[in-house]
């Protein structure tokens, strides 16, 4: 059994690294960028009116005169016009050009209009209300850096640059393997001695979050069956995530099976609670990297945060910020283990802290419905007085 620290660095040392595709931009929410994305024009494109009103020119006495005979009108979307008269105005909407000859915007508010002139009711500063040409951004600047994951603000900024097609990471292909004779489907009705299958919708939830669609295959009990369809998945997917059929039952044949199929162990069982029968290993032959998760439900949960997700966003380039948080209580850990605790957190006084939620061990699938996240304590340490600082894995 290892600790840890060096299970997470063995895991770490197994990345992947991923093809790149290109993708339409409407379809491209969640992917990770393979490119930088210039700005094809300056940002804005040309001098613009922040707020309706009159555009003058300031340097032809405007800072004194208080009466413009206005022109015309310019709405948005109007090619660029001149003022012809500079003591003279033109009305200007929002978003419109800025006329030549013109560089100041005086708001309606400030204005009253009587006989076909503008009469100015406030002080004037030359250049208000303008937004300048390349202010923003200008023409072939970096306006998204490579590996951004792309959320609804990357998208309208790919809009706006004319970035129809963008080039994406692909994402690994991932087969989520359950076992066990006593796992039946959601919809059916589990005898008293079955379960639902619900440690493969939880997984394939969380990968959904990353726009990863993974297979599904059940195996039953047998180690035939297990070894054969191991050897399958294993050359047709780069990552297989198991869940149950590591530990030390008479019917967990997954460790044997991947012995037997040539696949690599790098680890078998953790220091730690919950997961500490967590098996780890990768097939050489074919580059698949099996995380292979302890069954009981909350144990797939805290180590796919713990290491999947880890290992998952280094492999794409993604920052994977690291957190703390302030602990509301008293915690112990006089074990040997690092325990992951399962917290709710609340804010006091602008300070956001992390209580322990009441749970009956790695098996309470129903206690993550209170659970924002998970602590890390590390072991042989038996206090953590109120007030100190943890490790966060947040988990919503």
């Known amino acids: 059994m290892i600790s840890f620290e060096e299970a997470h660095k063995k895991v ?43 555009a003058i020119n300031y340097g032809a006495g405007a800072n004194t005169k208080k009466q413009f005979k ?33 560089d100041t915007v005086v708001m309606y508010e400030d204005i009253t209009i009587e006989n ?25 600047a970096v306006v998204i850096k490579k590996n951004t994951k792309i959320t609804a603000a990357e998208i309208g900024i790919l809009a706006s640059v004319g970035k129809v097609e963008v080039k994406v990471k692909k994402l690994p292909k991932i087969a989520l393997i359950s076992t066990g004779n006593e796992l039946v489907a959601v919809h059916k009705t ?60 008479k019917f967990d044949f997954i460790p044997e099976a991947f012995e037997e199929l040539g696949v690599e162990k790098i680890f078998h069982r953790v220091a730690q609670r919950p997961g500490k029968p967590f098996w780890f290993g990768i097939h050489k032959e074919t580059n698949t990297v099996v995380f292979s998760f302890p069954g009981n439900p909350v144990s797939t949960f805290a180590n796919y945060y713990v290491y ?49 939620i009441k749970e009956n061990g790695s098996g309470d699938l129903m206690s993550l419905a209170h659970t924002d996240g998970f602590i890390a304590l590390s072991p042989n340490k038996e206090l953590y007085k109120k007030e100190e600082v943890a490790p966060f894995i947040a988990t919503r």
């Open 12 to 54: 770490m040392e197994k990345l992947l690294s991923f093809e790149e595709e290109n993708v339409f931009f409407t379809n491209s929410l969640g992917r990770i960028l393979a490119e930088d994305i210039l700005a094809d024009r300056d940002f804005p494109p040309f001098h613009r009116a922040t707020k309706d009103g009159i």
């Open 70 to 102: 206005i022109q015309g009108i310019i709405a948005a979307g109007t090619p660029k016009v001149k003022l012809n008269n500079t003591n003279d105005c033109l009305e200007i909407m929002t978003g419109a050009v800025l006329p030549e000859n013109a």
């Open 116 to 140: 076909g002139s503008a009469i100015v009711n406030s002080e004037i500063k030359k250049g208000q209300n303008i937004h300048r040409q390349g202010t923003d951004v200008e023409q072939g």
């Open 190 to 249: 589990p005898k008293p001695h079955q379960i639902r299958n619900s440690n493969m919708l939880s997984l394939h939830a969380l990968l959904e979050e990353e726009n990863i669609l993974a297979t599904h295959v059940h195996l039953n009990d047998d180690k035939e069956e297990i070894k054969n369809g191991l050897n399958e998945l294993l050359r047709t997917n780069n990552v297989l995530m198991l869940s149950g059929g590591v530990s030390k039952g």
């Open 308 to 356: 999947f997700k880890d290992w998952l966003y280094e492999s794409l380039g993604i920052e994977n910020k690291k957190e703390n948080i302030v602990i509301g209580e008293d915690f112990f850990n006089p074990t040997k283990l690092t325990l992951f605790v399962r917290v709710k957190i609340e804010s006091k006084n602008g300070i956001t802290y992390a209580f322990p």
